[in-house]
Antibody, heavy 119, light 111 residues
Framework: EVQLVQSRAEVKKPGESLKISCKAS????????IGWVRQMSGKGLEWMGI????????RYSPSFEGQISISADNSITTAHLQWSSLKASDTAIYYC????????????WGQGTLVTVSS | QSALTQPASVSGSPGQSITISCTGT?????????VSWYQQRPGNAPKLIIY???KRPSGVSNRFSGSKSGNTASLTISRLQAEDEADYYC???????????FGGGTKLTVL
């Protein structure tokens, strides 16, 4: 069974850095794209970016390019989403996603990690 | 990049059918058969219900079906049930620069 288990909720101050994680199991981690989707409170889904752990090819949405960093650690089958300087507008739920097949359908989702950025 | 356009809300009575549209451009929805649909119930993560325009993942009810014409994709839910009440999002390949784009979401109310 495929599972994506995300790290716990975080409360941070503006300007702080943060790295959240997504532990994958039940499939060949290096052979599937894995990425992140943002959902701000009461709003829709926004695709942020994705990485292919097999060769670390990474794609970012133009809306998030330069604002985030996506990485993968194959030794522990975990993907990460990182910010170097958080803003209040980064407050949202972040979902980890596994892309199956063509890479453009997201067959599995993590439970979500709530990130709250407030002074 | 602009999100794909979906109606904000639709409603229907149990047993009826509803259709949710998802309008994009020739660069995204119209460019390939890489449209998918997701169901999100309150407090839960989204769930894939349709991929590659018409295909259903294993375990998804055959009451859900997808189609596409030109730059508009559609999700049809037949024989509506109370449990179908949720938010529905379309998603498409967005081109080599954008990669993926979601629709704004549609809230389905079962009356």
């Amino acid at each position: 069974e495929v599972q994506l288990v995300q790290s716990r909720a975080e409360v941070k101050k503006p300007g702080e850095s943060l790295k959240i994680s997504c532990k994958a199991s039940g499939y060949d981690f290096t052979s599937n794209w894995i990425g992140w989707v943002r959902q701000m409170s009461g709003k829709g889904l926004e695709w942020m970016g994705i990485i292919y752990p097999g060769d670390f090819d990474t794609r970012y949405s133009p809306s998030f390019e330069g604002q985030i960093s996506i990485s993968a650690d194959n030794s522990i089958t975990t993907a990460h989403l990182q910010w170097s300087s958080l803003k209040a507008s980064d407050t949202a739920i972040y979902y980890c996603i596994r892309a199956a097949g063509s890479g453009y359908e997201f067959e599995n989702w993590g439970q979500g990690t709530l990130v709250t950025v407030s002074s | 990049q602009s999100a794909l356009t979906q109606p904000a809300s639709v409603s229907g009575s149990p047993g009826q059918s509803i259709t949710i549209s998802c309008t994009g451009t020739s660069s995204d929805v119209g460019s390939d058969n890489l449209v998918s649909w997701y169901q999100q119930r309150p407090g839960n993560a989204p769930k894939l219900i349709i991929y590659k325009v018409t295909k259903r993942p294993s375990g998804v009810s055959n009451r859900f079906s997808g189609s596409k014409s030109g730059n508009t994709a559609s999700l049809t839910i037949s024989r509506l049930q109370a449990e179908d009440e949720a938010d529905y999002y379309c998603c498409s390949y967005g081109g080599s620069d954008v990669y993926v784009v979601f629709g704004g979401g549609t809230k389905l109310t079962v009356l």
